[in-house]
Each structure stands twice: as structure tokens, then as C-alpha cells.
């Protein structure tokens, strides 16, 4: 059937200026670098990559990553974190601890996505469908898999991605207003957000045609609602599940503080099925897949990340 785009630009319209592209947060940088401690890809003794570095891997200025590296450094998790020289892991129980196989338990969605993604990237053909309110984790996590490709790690000859994000022409649940009233400035920001992770997810994923050979695929489109749950697909073989659990926050937007219901997703529980791991399992991976490509080929619409 034919289903409308979410967005199409009209001959000799006036482009309305873009909000400015939102950055992750310093706590999110930390959340993605404590995964990578407690995972044991950064090792006790190592070095941190240098804060230039990591800046221009998430985009942000040097300042938010010092604030990343102390929020560590108050874990114990860091030590030497300065202006100067790269921080070091600190030795320490837990680090390189956490089970993050397909039989491990539910663990936060920075704990758990960013090695299983890791570990999707080393088949020849990799293949990700993720649904979700904002892309965020999944950037975040894409992060180490791509930084082993440029070191020579990891080489897939051919990376499929497709992404099912809310649509720009729908009453989002949430993010809201408590009080409603500020609901369409708040959902605008949101919609920046949308644009500006998908932005940077193909933006890195696609340099990887130019700088490696890779045969790259993203694909995004937009859904009619706002999704209860995040569900990630890695080749064919498992599926990661998580709610988005709503709560009262406040959030400032436009210089502003806002009274809002919103689900912060970096830290939603991912729930790991796997095929092979008994009948519950691969059944739920196969029920996913179908699930996941029914919306994809039905009542999904073509998303272009634009203002």
C-alpha cells in the first residue's frame, strides 16, 4: 500500500533554519566509557584514548569530556584525569567482571548493547535493525565496534543497518509536559535529538565506504507511534529487549526548566534472547524479526532526517 513520507521539501518553500544539534551528554559519555571498563575493552592500566580524541568521537567539546572522565574518576574507575596526559583504568574489582554473553542477565542498556553490538561486527555481513525513540544508545554503542575497524580489528565486508524511529507527524506520549503546555516546544527538541543521532550514526557508519571498502547500507523510517519498548536485532541471531519506563523528570530546554514524562533510555534494562539458548529464546528472536519487518514493510513511512 502507499504510505506518505514524514517529511517532503516543497519547490520554492523558504527551509526552515535547523535547531542546533544536540550533544550527548557528559553523563552519557561516561555511561558508554564505564561499559567499556567494566566490559574489559578498556583494560585496569590502560590508557584512556586522549580527551581530543573523545571529543571528536561523540561530538562534543573537550570540557564535557573532563566532565565525563571525573564522573569516573569519583567511581574509581579513572585515575590521573587532567588537562594533560590521557587518564589511566584504575585496578579494582568488577572491572572486566561483568558477564555480557548471549546467556547473561538483564543488565542497563550501556552495559549490555555496546559488546554485543561489538561482537556483531566481527561476522563478514553484519545486519542491526534497531527500534527505538531516539537512536542515542545505539550510536553510543556503535562507537567501539567502529574504533576496531580503524585500528585493523575487526574487517565486515558488508554492514546492513535499518532504524525505525517516531514520526515527526505524531502527538508523541512522551517526552511531554506535565502541565501540557510547553508539550510542542518539548517535542520539537526531542525531534532535533531524532535528527541529530541519526545524523551522526550515518555519518560514521557511511565513512566506512571511503575509508575501508565496507559495502554500507542505513536505512531509516518512521513509525505512526511512539514505541513502549527498544528492541535490537544483531544478526539474525539475537534480540535485545528493553521498556522504556516512564518517569517524571526535569529537563531544561531553551533555557528553561520543564516539569516532563519522559523514559531515559540509555539506562532501560536490556533483556537478552538468543537462538540456540532453548525454545523461549529462538522463539522470541523469530517472533521479533517478523514483528520488526511487518512494521518495516507496512505501516512505516520514509524518515528524512531534517529539521
Known amino acids: ?82 588537562k594533560g596526559a590521557p587518564a589511566t583504568v584504575a585496578p579494582g574489582p568488577g572491572v572486566g567482571a561483568l558477564p555480557t554473553g548471549p546467556g547473561a542477565p538483564p543488565q542497563p542498556t550501556m552495559v549490555a548493547l555496546t559488546p554485543r553490538i561489538a561482537e556483531a561486527f566481527a561476522a563478514p555481513h553484519v545486519e542491526i535493525d534497531a527500534l527505538c525513540l531516539t537512536a542515542v544508545s545505539l550510536t553510543l554503542a556503535i562507537g567501539e565496534p567502529l574504533r576496531r575497524i580503524h585500528a585493523g580489528e575487526l574487517k565486515p565486508a558488508k554492514i546492513d543497518v535499518r532504524v525505525l524511529l517516531p514520526s515527526r507527524n505524531i502527538d508523541l506520549a512522551f517526552p511531554a509536559a506535565v502541565d501540557g503546555a510547553a508539550t510542542g516546544r518539548l517535542q520539537r527538541h526531542w525531534l532535533a535529538h531524532r535528527n541529530a543521532q541519526g545524523q551522526v550514526l550515518r555519518h560514521n557508519l557511511l565513512t566506512l565506504r571511503a575509508t575501508h571498502g565496507i559495502d554500507v547500507r542505513v536505512s531509516f523510517r518512521a513509525l505512526p507511534f511512539t514505541p513502549p519498548v527498544k528492541l535490537y536485532l544483531l544478526n539474525g541471531t539475537e534480540a535485545l529487549f528493553a521498556y522504556y519506563t516512564v518517569e517524571r523528570h526535569e529537563q531544561q530546554i531553551d533555557h528553561e526548566r520543564l516539569e516532563t514524562y519522559d523514559a531515559e533510555g540509555t539506562r532501560s534494562v536490556l533483556f537478552p534472547f538468543a537462538q540456540g539458548a532453548g525454545a523461549r529464546d529462538t522463539t522470541f528472536v523469530e517472533q521479533s524479526m517478523l514483528w520488526f519487518d511487518a512494521l518495516w514493510e507496512t505501516i512505516s513511512s520514509e524518515l528524512v532526517l531534517t529539521s
Open 1 to 82: 500500500m502507499a504510505v506518505e513520507t514524514e517529511h517532503a521539501s516543497v519547490k520554492g518553500r523558504k527551509r526552515p533554519e535547523r535547531s542546533p544539534r544536540p550533544q550527548p551528554s557528559p553523563r552519557d559519555v561516561a555511561d558508554e566509557l564505564r561499559t567499556r571498563i567494566r566490559t574489559g575493552v578498556l583494560r585496569p592500566g590502560e590508557r584512556m584514548p586522549t580527551q581530543a580524541r573523545l571529543a571528536d568521537e561523540f561530538g562534543i567539546e573537550r570540557g564535557a569530556v573532563r566532565q565525563a572522565l571525573r564522573i569516573l574518576q569519583s567511581e574509581r574507575l579513572l585515575t590521573n584525569v587532567s
